[in-house]
């Protein structure tokens, strides 16, 4: 018998005959991993079994590869505290719906999880929206997908980047990439200065991370965006609708 005992968040859940649960966790050193709640469905285990939750959850398998159970302690209620805030709870929903679309089952991503955990523990924060892109663009580069936004793709200046390649995922400059701005994304000062983005802002960032997530996580896999991450980018987006690049003949 094999057994774990890990820091885990509660990604996602789904009922498995009429009292279990499968539980969906992304833990510090064992990543996304499923695990039969037995019970889970009643009423005393049904509050630690909300998408955001931290909890301290012991895994126990025959084997490393069987679906195994797990015993849940409640840590922090994340989801509790996101209730009376749609905007808030769509966040969470829309952070838990990536971790279980676009991490492989049971291979460690322990930097996904310490920024996911501080992307929950700071929704209380009037900047979330900002911290909120930041995390997409900290699960991309775990994934192998960063964005390079330090110096312009075409002229390697470090100033007044304002935009990046949809084919490189490199900035470009204000004046480099002037002739092409209908092609490129759009790229956030916040992202690259720190503060807290306007609502116009975030929507930028959020078409920015999105482009690379559905390009390099989402498309090969066949998977559409979570719906709750498309419901938060609507909470953000301009009464004009946000363009992606036309083509990717840039950079």
């Known amino acids: 018998m094999m057994e774990w005992t890990d820091d ?30 037995p019970g889970g469905a009643g009423k005393a285990n049904r509050p630690s079994l909300q998408a955001g939750n931290l909890v301290q959850a012991t895994w126990r398998g025959r084997l490393a590869e069987q679906l195994g159970t797990y015993r849940i302690e409640l840590v922090d209620a994340h989801a509790a505290k996101a209730l009376d805030d749609a905007a808030r709870l769509t966040a969470l929903s829309a952070a838990c719906s990536l971790c279980e679309v676009a991490l492989p089952e049971r291979q460690p991503h322990a930097p996904v999880f310490v920024a996911l955990l501080a992307l929950l523990d700071n929704l209380g924060a009037p900047s979330w929206p900002s911290i909120y892109v930041h995390w997409e663009l900290a699960l991309l580069r775990d994934l192998g997908f960063g964005l390079d936004l330090e110096s312009c793709a075409a002229t390697g200046q470090r100033e007044n980047l304002a935009y990046v390649s ?74 004009s609708t946000i363009r992606g690049p036309e083509s990717e003949g840039t950079s």
């Open 8 to 37: 885990g968040i509660v990604l996602a859940v789904r009922r498995l005959g009429e009292a279990g649960i499968v539980a969906s966790l992304l833990t510090r050193s064992h990543g996304r991993h499923p695990g039969m709640v």
């Open 166 to 239: 949809p084919k490189s995922a490199r900035a470009v400059s204000a004046e480099a990439g002037a002739p092409y701005a209908h092609k490129l994304l759009a790229l956030p000062a916040f992202l690259r200065h720190g503060g807290e983005g306007a609502p116009a802002e975030i929507a930028a960032g959020m078409a920015l991370t999105g482009y690379f997530l559905e390009r390099h996580v989402l498309h090969h896999r066949h998977i559409p965006m979570p719906a709750a991450r498309s419901r938060l980018v609507d909470r953000f987006r301009p009464s």
